[in-house]
């Protein structure tokens, strides 16, 4: 961010030295008209041709895509120079005429081309064909026409004459509009590490583009000479642009390419905001008169800024449903276990501590479950068919539990079974017993057949009563005194089973 503004600081002092030089020059007039042109437009053309330069220079550290563009930005600017040269050499000869030579003409037109394929190329829009940035693009086209035509193309318009010939006439500078937009949509979405070259390189184009239509403006009003204050604007872009130049580690980063967060999301409202303002003065200043072209171009805004809210609109309805999508996905993946798809351990822990946080309410409970034998799969068949195994218990586990009950796989080879509003004391054994028989069977698993059996502790618990980590002490407590007596089998809590299995570990 500091180097971001260092880098504008500069470009803002040489616009001003630049500037100055320029004031200089028309204050003291130093000699004839045709040297008074040579030296302000030579003045414009100088930072044009360091542009060129500069660019091509730069072009020696990128490769691919960004050496292409860095090599027809730098044209573009060489282009624009010799264009301005062959200007000044054909007023030097002829004097002043309106217009400007076929060969500058197609020069010029040659760097209005060659900067949006430069821009593309260099900063790059991740989505430039999707339907809101085309709207963007035609939100900013008619928001400058709208601005152009009222300060300076109209006059020009009139001035030749209207009708098709004089609308041809504006092709340079209709040309200049679509320009802009382009390169605004471009800039707007440059990789974080160009963001500072992309807004110098905007404003460049755009002080460019702005003293295009003076000059068109001027040169009907018989205001215009090789030396016209517009030159200011063309000096102040080439400045800008020179400055812009990508330095060696931006053009490094452009690996990193966007990253999905554009620095200027409301860009396109700020030429609209520009053209609103335009219209109230010149609706008070004409006193409500409203030029037909005017009127048609405020229809098209209008209607484009519709579209695009309509299109916001949707795209936010996307994205809350894709939101929403991805927070059942992260409840879900929070929730469950990765392998067998049941709940895991904080999704059981939590069920059960809801179900013991009532004051009251029928007895729950838990059966924990350690299979018996699983330990040898892992070890001759590998970790692959250790988890087919447990994938194919947690099946038969599903199965073997009643509708409403919670089965979750607490980590490894250890499960769980909630058994909530328990009326009836003896289904919890019941439904041990069919895990049991589930178990009875071999486990087919690719590799092999396979028999796993599993020690299950019962406990039992009344909201209110007990707590979550007393009952599932409980549990685990009947289940280890199960594996002692022999494995495969299932054992209800019993509070002497806490001495027995302290006189165990002491032994």
């Not at 005429?97 to 040659?110: I, N, Y």
């Not at 035609?138 to 006059?155: D, F, K």
Request: proline share 5%; glycine share 8%; with cysteine.
């Amino acid at each position: 961010m500091t180097h971001g503004w260092g880098r504008t600081v500069s470009a803002l002092v040489a616009a001003a030295v630049a500037v100055a030089a320029y004031l200089a020059i028309q204050l003291t007039r130093p000699g004839s008209p045709a040297l008074m042109t040579v030296l302000t437009r030579g003045l414009a053309v100088a930072p044009a041709l360091v542009s060129g330069v500069l660019w091509l220079r730069a072009a020696r550290w990128a490769s691919g895509r960004a050496r292409l563009a860095l090599r027809l930005a730098s044209g573009a600017m060489l282009g624009w120079a010799a264009g301005e040269v062959i200007r000044i050499g054909d007023y030097l000869l002829h004097g002043p005429r309106p217009g400007a030579p076929l060969s500058a003409t197609l020069l010029f037109l040659a760097t209005t081309l060659l900067v949006p394929v430069a821009v593309l190329l260099l900063f790059g829009a991740r989505n430039f064909t999707s339907l809101r940035t085309v709207l963007d693009a035609l939100l900013i086209a008619a928001s400058t026409l709208y601005v152009a035509w009222s300060v300076a193309l109209h006059t020009v318009y009139r001035a030749r004459g209207g009708g098709v010939g004089a609308l041809t006439s504006l092709g340079y500078s209709l040309a200049d509009i679509a320009f802009i937009a382009i390169v605004l949509i471009l800039v707007r979405d440059a990789a974080p590490i160009l963001r500072t070259p992309a807004a110098l390189v905007a404003t460049g184009l755009i002080l460019k583009c702005a003293s295009d239509f003076a000059s068109s403006y001027f040169s009907v009003r018989a205001t215009a000479s090789q030396g016209a204050l517009t030159d200011i604007g063309w000096l102040v872009a080439f400045v800008a642009i020179a400055l812009a130049t990508p330095r060696r580690p931006e053009i490094a980063g452009l690996a990193e390419g966007p990253d999905g967060q554009s620095a200027w999301l409301f860009l396109p409202y700020a030429p609209f905001l520009l053209a609103l303002v335009t219209a109230g003065v010149l609706f008070v200043a004409k006193h409500g008169h409203v030029d037909p072209t005017q009127y048609l171009i405020s229809v098209v805004l209008v209607v484009l800024i519709l579209l695009r809210q309509l299109i916001t609109q949707h795209d936010n309805r996307a994205l809350t449903r894709r939101l929403k999508t991805a927070a059942e996905d992260l409840r879900y993946r929070a929730y469950h276990d990765p392998l067998t798809g049941m709940a895991n351990r904080d999704k059981f822990m939590e069920s059960v501590e809801r179900r013991l946080a009532a004051p009251t309410g029928p007895q729950i409970a838990v059966l924990y479950i350690d299979l018996d034998g699983f330990k040898p799969i892992n070890d001759t068949f590998g970790h692959a068919a250790g988890d087919r195994a447990l994938a194919a218990v947690a099946e038969r586990l599903t199965r073997a539990t009643r509708t409403g009950d919670l089965v979750a796989r607490l980590g490894g080879d250890e499960f769980a079974v909630l058994l909530p509003d328990l009326h009836y004391m003896p289904d919890a054994h019941s439904v041990a017993q069919r895990i049991q028989s589930a178990l009875d069977t071999d486990l087919d698993i690719t590799d092999g057949p396979v028999r796993v059996g599993a020690s299950i502790g019962v406990a039992y618990g009344r909201p209110g009563r007990i707590g979550l980590g007393e009952l599932l002490r409980n549990a685990d407590v009947a289940m280890y005194t199960a594996k002692l007596q022999g494995r495969r089998r299932t054992v209800t809590f019993d509070p002497r089973l806490l001495t027995r299995r302290r006189l165990d570990q002491a032994s």
